[in-house]
């Protein structure tokens, strides 16, 4: 089979693709034949070194992919030969709190993804996707969905009425305006581009900010809630944002920290944590049991992931190449 690994260097350029013989599931294990793949900005950060995987190491990259799956080993129970599945970020985190050990688990990070044409996964890390959903769609979940979803549903307990606010149009913050639509919240997105905003309202978002033309985009926010403020900031841009997402909040308001595409360190201004009795929440993707759950209310609502571009297994090192560009609104996934 085909698969692509990362070497030992830094950047697009330690991607190879080589050729691997077709692994054998083992006990507890399932052969997965991979159909559809997606990118997310961790998988630059590990390409380039800056997270997941040790120095020297060889991992297969990306954790998100869809399938079908081809063989079960011994004792297998939980799916059958023919079924379309996704893998778990992390393969072990199975319900309840994150554990240490669980964490270790994460797919094309601390161990090797799925851009192959088959891997081999646990049974106890493999999920169902929607039926309704191609293969390039449901490979879009695994990652930004589910890190959308476990911020807004598990987390901020969202509910009708309330207001978020999402920083940019990346695959996270674009399901987050689909789930909060989904829950009959207001949405308001913020992005550089017109051509992209215009892409969020089209999808639902119920006001729009360019940040390049209104660099207080928290005035804007308090002007949309009527003076009150967001209730829940999808914190996608880390440090560099960080005082902007919690100005932009109600009191009591909850910003969630699950990116760090501005930067990972800066000064914070704790006082105004306090004295807005800010909860910060970090989001670090999500359970097995929250995938399953967000998948059903996925296939209630008949959702379906806004696709940026589509590329061939050949051309994955262009889809990096796409993704590192930031021009992209949405996902960008590689397909069989």
Known sequence: MQAYELHDRKGLDSIFRVERGIPRPGPGQVLVRMRAWSLNYRDLLVAQGLYGRSSGEV?????????????????????KAGERVAGAFLQDWIDGELTPEAAGSALGGGIDGVLAEY???QEHGLVRVP?????????????????????????????AGDTVVLLGTGGVSLFGLQFAKMHGARALITSSSDTKLELARRMGADATVNYRATPDWPAAVREFTGGRGADVVLEVGGAGTFDQSVSALRIGGRVCVIGVLAGISAPINTAAILGGLIRVSG???????????????????????????????DEARAAYEHLAGAGHAGKVVIVA
């Not at 589910?146 to 901020?156: G, I, K, Q």
């Not at 999500?286 to 998948?295: H, P, Q, V, W």
């Open 59 to 79: 991992i297969v990259p990306l954790s998100d992919g869809v399938g079908v799956v081809e063989e079960t080993g011994p004792g297998v129970t939980r799916v």
């Open 131 to 159: 039926a309704h959903l191609s293969d390039a769609e449901a490979a879009c979940l695994p990652c930004a969905a589910l890190t959308a979803w476990n911020a807004l549903v598990r987390e901020s307990q969202l509910k």
């Open 119 to 121: 891997v081999v996964l």
């Open 283 to 313: 989001i670090y993707v999500g359970s097995r049991a929250m995938f399953e759950e967000m998948n059903r209310a996925i296939a209630a609502a008949r959702m379906r992931p806004h696709i940026d571009r589509s590329f061939s297994f």
